[in-house]
């Protein structure tokens, strides 16, 4: 223990009350600033991604983490929106959320107020650094980043960004507090910090998921893998199914809420597959079917449970035929991650069945599982979609930032009568 | 690790889809039953306290941990009152809470759903393996709970009295499923079941959370000290402010939400604290102040830093003079424990600064700390009082036992046109 996080993390969190106690217009200033001097620093950025970039491939670093670590005009410009939009959000703070008066005259109000300070774990995707920072500020937190070694000029950068916003609003840089050193000890140390940070939100693969839900002391809010399904129901309207298998595997298939298995019910297999597969493999995508599916289409390729508890992330689909809903609810029970799972179907009560069948952070009823995203469920902007069943569940934006407290306004009540005179 | 508490936990989680399935009606049924079971059985239950309670001596238990230990007919029925308020609550479970049509047409909804499998690790008082399953039972949860060593005979009769009420309603027991085995490495295996446990709630001394804490790799809500204070502000009406300092010292010392510590306005302290510290000396009230108040009332002990961090739980006070309001913010900002504080004034100006100055769960604005308590803050019962600042914060009820998740309703609705055709 070196005691160069604690240094950074007590700083950020002195930094805390000053954040907190910003009035909102002040908040939407200062992001709107950062928005303002990530633009005008760009060329700063992108020189100093173009070291992270060189450095990346002289490691040998592959094709896809290059491509999450490159930053261009466009990409800058596109932060900065991102920030922007934070910026505009209504006000995650200050919100009496319940009201309420007892029969002793007391009133009970539910206030919203920030969580503290809050450690974002991450890699390679720079954009993160800005976005986690305008968050955690909108909803009066202070934040500690740190970022994959891999980025850190990139970081550096956008951190020098924020910073530059934080004094030309008179605000204490450390409400942004970046841990620069890329030494993976430094993360171990913060995991400890309890007495300090609030919560730590982790954002990567899944080792390193692992690595800091092993060692954390501080609470933390997973941001865990999407083994996502789509099931076809026996009354499934099959081209809305053909569209949203489609939108769910191929839209962009790297990302969390793409769709890894297909699940159909046996009485409409026969129909759906050949079609089904026959799209997919138009797109390029592999399909890993159980017995019934080869049955159906005889040149898929077999699956086995490594493959219906994967997440690719890639162009490849596992696919299972179903006896009926309940099968399908008992597979994603054993396989899924809590993540996002679809149903298709015409059946109001297959539906409301299906809803209440799984316990995961997003049911779709006919819609397409790339919906489970923050902008696209209207929360503005997400700082990762949680999979950890507490505090928040599913896309977390400025208002799973904050905690409700209770404000108690009374007019001398006591509990016990005699406590008077 | 023994495996025996992985098995009891696996069949507690197992146990879950049944009861998270239940209607509302259902669950309230069951936990009325429950309330009658005890009753029926309460002799069963006082043989098994009075066993507790025999070997309490031996062991040479303190008269406090004795007096929390014991049952009587009275207590048994209270416990049975306790539990057909929990039923009677309004449900926690299945409501839409937020409702959003977005411009594509897709209707998001979020709604409340269980937490799953929650984990109560306690001392000696033996209400809490009632209370506890009740509470999570209403909110759709499944519970597995470990008790004091102390308690095991009570703790084991009174889950007997739950089970059968489970079998009446043919549900599977292992819904609520006691840890009764006291050895203390069972406690450290409970804690590593990250995969089956949602949440552990530790309720007890320092000692225990600390524990909890330190060995936790399951999510832990603490029910941490109360360092509560009382701020008595420049503007303060002296009739209210004596009845609260009376009323929060003194009404109940041994709780969580008793008051430990008195802040008074310089201006005010020549006036208040002479008649102030009479009251409370007439109630039998130890006060150690610092060296402003020792100048204004002689013949108090002098308080050091030890005093302002202390939980006496006890009929002792520490006392401080402040400059300003902020210098009392500043005090609770380093010494206070997140739990309650409390301002007396009628400067309204005042009790915002104050208000928004601390970040903790409850503030009181001219009211007793006591209101710190989920039957008092219109919860209708507590699992206890969160100083966490994560998930919840203050007191939990049924409802903090459940989690938001998010439900997509569409018409076939895809992220990306080309998904179609």
Chains 1, 2 share one sequence.
Do not use: W
Not at 112 to 133: C, K, S
């Amino acid at each position: 223990m070196t005691g160069y996080v604690r240094e950074l993390a007590l700083r950020a969190r002195e930094a805390g009350p000053v954040i907190a106690a910003l009035e909102n217009a002040a908040r939407r200033r200062l992001i709107e600033s950062m928005a303002q001097s990530l633009r005008h620093r760009s060329p700063d950025i992108l020189a100093a991604n173009a070291q992270d970039m060189a450095r990346g491939r002289d490691n040998g670093l592959g094709a896809a983490m290059l491509d999450r670590l490159r930053l261009d005009e466009a990409r800058v410009n596109a932060i900065a929106d991102a920030l922007m939009e934070v910026a505009a959000q209504p006000d995650p703070l200050g919100e009496v959320t319940r009201r309420e008066v007892r029969p002793n005259g007391v009133v009970i109000e539910r206030q919203r107020i920030p969580l503290g300070l809050i450690a974002m774990i991450y890699e390679a995707r720079p954009n993160v650094t800005a976005d986690a920072a305008a968050l955690c500020l909108k909803a009066g937190n202070t934040v500690l980043l740190r970022g994959g070694s891999e980025a850190r000029a990139s970081n550096a950068a956008i951190a020098d960004c924020l910073h530059a916003a934080l004094r030309e609003h008179g605000l204490p840089e450390a409400a942004v507090s970046l841990v620069s050193d890329p030494a993976r000890e430094h993360v171990l140390e913060l995991l400890q910090l309890s007495d300090l940070i609030d919560l730590a939100i982790p954002r990567g693969g899944e080792a390193l998921i692992h690595f800091v839900a092993e060692h954390a002391r501080v609470p933390v809010i997973k941001h865990y893998k999407g083994v996502c399904h789509l099931y076809v129901d026996r009354a499934a309207d099959i081209d809305k199914a053909l569209a949203l298998l489609v939108d769910g595997k191929t839209s962009r298939p790297g990302v969390c809420n793409a769709l890894e298995t297909l699940l159909v019910h046996r009485d409409v297999a026969g129909h759906f597959l050949p079609t089904a597969l026959q799209r997919l493999r138009a797109r390029g995508v592999e399909v890993r079917g159980c017995e019934r599916t080869r049955g159906i289409v005889p040149d898929v390729k077999p699956a086995d449970e490594g493959d219906y508890a994967a997440e690719y992330l890639d162009l490849i689909l596992a696919v299972r035929v179903v006896d009926d809903l309940a099968d399908a609810l008992a597979h994603i029970a054993r396989f899924g991650s809590d993540h996002t799972e679809v149903i298709v179907t015409e059946d109001s009560a297959a539906a409301e069945a299906f809803v209440r069948g799984t316990r995961s952070s997003a049911v779709m009823v006919n819609a397409s599982s790339r919906f489970n995203d923050g902008g696209q469920l209207g929360l503005g902007a997400e700082i990762g979609i949680s999979t950890t069943r507490l505090h928040a569940y599913g896309p977390m934006g400025a208002e799973s930032l904050t905690i409700e407290r209770f404000v108690v306004r009374g007019d001398g009540q006591v509990r016990h009568a005699e406590s008077r005179g």
